[in-house]
C-alpha cells in the first residue's frame, strides 16, 4: 500500500518561506513522477509542480514564477516544495502526488497560511 504523507505546513506571514515535504512509503518512487497540488479556499485542486522519472525533469505552473522549488531525496524516498516570497494567495491546502503503474495516489494535504 502506497501512502505519502505530507509535512511543513503553517502560518508565515507575507514574503516568508515554508518547506513542504512528502515523505513515501510501501514503495520506492524514486523513478516515478510527483507533483504538488494546492486547493485554494472555494476554488478547485491546481497543479503547482511536478517531477519526472530518473532524470529528474521539473516543471512548474505559471503562477509559481521562480518562488518554489521542488526538490527530491531519493535516499529517503521524500520530495519536498520549497516556498519562498509566499503571498496571501497562496494560502490554501497543500497536497502531494504520485503515480505508479498509471495509478494515482495522494496525500492528505498540509495547510498552508499567508497571512500578517
Known amino acids: 500500500q502506497v501512502q505519502l504523507v505530507e509535512s511543513g505546513g503553517g502560518l508565515v506571514q507575507p514574503g516568508g518561506s515554508l518547506r513542504l515535504s512528502c515523505e513515501a512509503s510501501?514503495?520506492?518512487?524514486?523513478?516515478?513522477?510527483m507533483g504538488w497540488h494546492r486547493q485554494l479556499p472555494g476554488k478547485q485542486r491546481q497543479w503547482v509542480a511536478s517531477?519526472?522519472?530518473?532524470?529528474?525533469?521539473?516543471f512548474y505552473g505559471d503562477f509559481v514564477k521562480g518562488r518554489f522549488t521542488l526538490s527530491r531525496d531519493n535516499a529517503k524516498n521524500t520530495m519536498y516544495l520549497q516556498m519562498n516570497a509566499l503571498k496571501p494567495e497562496d494560502t490554501g491546502v497543500y497536497y502531494c502526488?504520485?503515480?505508479?503503474?498509471?495509478?494515482?495516489?495522494w496525500g492528505q494535504g498540509t495547510q498552508v497560511t499567508v497571512s500578517s
Open positions: 502526488k504520485t503515480v505508479i503503474h498509471g495509478q494515482e495516489y
Open positions: 510501501g514503495a520506492d518512487v524514486s523513478r516515478d513522477a
Open positions: 517531477v519526472f522519472g530518473s532524470d529528474s525533469t521539473r
